[in-house]
């Protein structure tokens, strides 16, 4: 199996004042291609942390991440923001979508780092609104849309450069139920495409559906689900 990401006894330390924090300690992890992989634990155990990590979001203060093979560690801040641009989608519990944009121009905003240009940003977004069965809602500002729409205009953003990798933190967490099944059948829908998946979530019934689900504890793996 080919892995898309590698954690190598990652550690990641904060300190506040005269504490020190290990958010993550001495973490070593493979991620799959083509998987989909839930990660659970207590709040506060590190899920954040080691979602930021794989994302190249945050680096470890110790350890290597590895992305397709190749090590970030020394990589340039503008080496990973295209990392992050080209190969990983982002999705949020609360959806981190610029509320005076409306659905289509917040889906487009990826591409407008990728420097792609405007006739195709539009239909590259639109297509991707239509995939996440939002067709009607485009012109539409986040306040104008409900919960589980909001998170398919996130969802529709995170796909539009066709990363590899989908990192959710809880995607579901701030929805009810219902609206969190539909937003995972949308994921397990993207798993079956090929993507690569990583979910965080507190709730087992939909972790479940994974073929892995990785358990942390206090910055560590308690079980990674393998
Ligand atoms: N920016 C930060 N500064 C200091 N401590 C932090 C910071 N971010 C996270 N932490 C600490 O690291 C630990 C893991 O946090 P986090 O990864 O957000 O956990 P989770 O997502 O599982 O709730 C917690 O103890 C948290 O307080
Ligand atoms: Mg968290």
């Known amino acids: ?18 504490e020190i924090v290990y958010a993550l300690n001495h973490v070593s992890l493979c991620i799959y291609d083509g998987s989909l992989t839930s990660i659970m634990g207590p709040s506060g155990s590190g899920k954040s942390t080691i979602m930021s990590i794989i994302g190249c979001l945050d680096v470890p203060t110790y350890g290597h ?3 397709d093979v190749e090590d970030t560690s020394g990589m340039s801040e503008k080496d990973l923001s295209y990392i992050r641009n080209r190969k990983i ?6 959806f981190s979508l610029l509320p005076k944009m409306s ?24 297509e991707m609104l239509v995939r996440v069965g939002l067709s009607d809602r485009m012109k539409h500002r986040p306040n104008e849309l409900s919960g589980g729409q909001k998170q398919r205009v996130a969802i529709a953003r995170a796909l539009v450069n066709n990363p590899r990798l989908i990192l959710a933190d809880e995607p579901t967490g701030a929805l009810d139920s219902t609206t969190g099944h539909e937003v995972m059948e949308l994921f397990h829908g993207l798993n079956e495409e ?20 990785i358990s942390i504890r206090d910055g560590g793996i308690e079980d990674d689900g393998l």
């Open 1 to 18: 199996m080919k892995e898309v990401i590698v954690l190598d006894d990652v550690s990641r330390i904060y300190r506040m004042g005269d």
């Open 103 to 126: 659905a289509l121009e917040n889906v487009e905003i990826p591409l407008l780092y990728a420097g792609v240009r405007p006739k195709e940003r539009r239909e590259r977004a639109e």
């Open 89 to 94: 989608g982002f999705v949020f519990q609360h």
């Open 194 to 213: 090929g993507k690569t998946i990583v979910f965080v979530t507190h709730d087992r019934s939909l972790a479940s559906e994974c073929q892995r689900i």
């Open 65 to 67: 991440v590895l992305i």
